[in-house]
C-alpha cells in the first residue's frame, strides 16, 4: 500500500530513541522527510545520522517556548516544506501521588502538555489542507495506570486538547490525530517493568492481560503513527488510536 509519504515533510519531537525514533523511521522508510528533535545534542546527531539524507537533527527541549519555530524553521530550509508533526515527549517520572512534588508536575506540565500545545499551536498556523498533527499519549488517556500519577493527569487533558483542536482546523483540511501505546518493548518500559522488585514477573504478569500475549515492537507502533501521520488516512481525525495488543478493556 502506497502511503503517499514521498517527499512529504514532518517534524518529530522526542525521536533520539523509542516511541518517536521508531516512528521516524517508518516514515523516512516510506520515503517522507524528517526533522527529529531531543534535548541532548549528540543523541539528535546519531538519531539523524542514522536515518540517513532525509533527516535532520534539531537539539532543543519541547518545554522551551522558542522550540515551536525552531523545529518548523528547520523543516523548512533543510526540506523546503511542512506537512505535519508528530509531538512525542519522554514520560514524566514514575510515582504514586505522595511521590510527586510540584516540581515534579510542574517540569512534566512545562514538557509533556504545554510544549506539545505550544508546537500544535504553531503548526496550525503553518500548515495548509492536508497537513496532520498527531500526539503520543498513552493508554492512560482511557485508563489510569498505576504508580504513573502524572502521566494519569495530564494525558488525558491533552487528548481533550487534540480533539478540541480536531474540531477548530476540520474545516481548513487539517488533521488532528493521537496514538496511545500499550506496552511497547521501549528503554521506557523496561525503566518502568524495573523498578518492581522483579522485573521479568512483573513482565510476564503485564503480558498475560494482553491478549496478544506480548510486548508490542517499536516499529509496530511506528507503522502505525506513519500511517495516520500519511494521506492514507485523509479521513481520520479527532481518533484516539490504541496501539496496545488489544489490552485496553473498552470497545
Not at 224 to 245: E, I, Q, R
Amino acid at each position: 500500500m502506497d502511503l503517499g509519504l514521498k517527499d512529504r515533510v514532518y517534524v518529530v519531537t522526542g525521536a533520539t530513541r523509542g516511541l518517536g525514533n521508531a516512528s521516524a523511521r517508518e516514515l523516512v522508510a516510506d520515503g517522507a522527510k524528517v526533522v527529529v528533535s531531543g534535548r541532548d545534542e549528540k543523541s539528535v546527531a546519531e538519531a539523524a545520522a542514522a536515518l540517513g539524507p532525509n533527516a535532520v537533527g534539531v537539539a532543543v527541549d519541547n518545554a522551551d517556548p522558542d522550540a515551536p519555530a525552531v523545529l518548523i524553521r528547520a523543516a523548512r530550509e533543510h526540506f523546503g516544506r511542512f506537512n505535519g508533526v508528530l509531538v512525542s515527549v519522554g514520560g514524566p517520572p514514575a510515582g504514586f501521588v505522595a511521590d510527586n512534588t510540584d516540581e515534579h508536575w510542574q517540569a512534566a506540565f512545562e514538557s509533556v502538555f504545554l510544549g506539545a500545545v505550544r508546537l500544535a499551536r504553531a503548526a496550525s498556523a503553518e500548515l495548509e489542507a492536508g497537513g496532520v498533527i498527531g500526539f503520543v499519549l498513552s493508554g492512560s488517556v482511557y485508563e489510569p495506570i498505576p504508580g504513573l500519577t502524572i502521566s494519569n493527569g495530564l494525558r488525558p487533558g491533552l487528548a481533550g486538547f487534540a480533539k478540541s483542536l480536531s474540531d477548530e482546523l476540520g474545516p481548513r483540511g487539517i488533521r488532528v490525530v493521537g496514538v496511545l501505546p500499550g506496552r511497547i518493548d521501549t528503554d521506557r518500559v523496561r525503566e518502568l517493568d524495573g523498578l518492581s522488585a522483579d522485573p521479568e514477573a512483573t513482565r510476564a504478569a503485564s503480558e498475560s492481560r494482553i491478549p496478544l500475549r506480548r510486548y508490542g515492537a517499536p516499529e509496530e507502533f511506528g507503522r502505525v503513527a506513519a500511517f495516520l501521520l500519511s494521506p492514507a488516512a485523509s479521513y481520520l481525525t479527532g481518533v484516539m488510536v490504541p496501539v496496545d495488543g488489544g489490552a485496553r478493556h473498552g470497545f
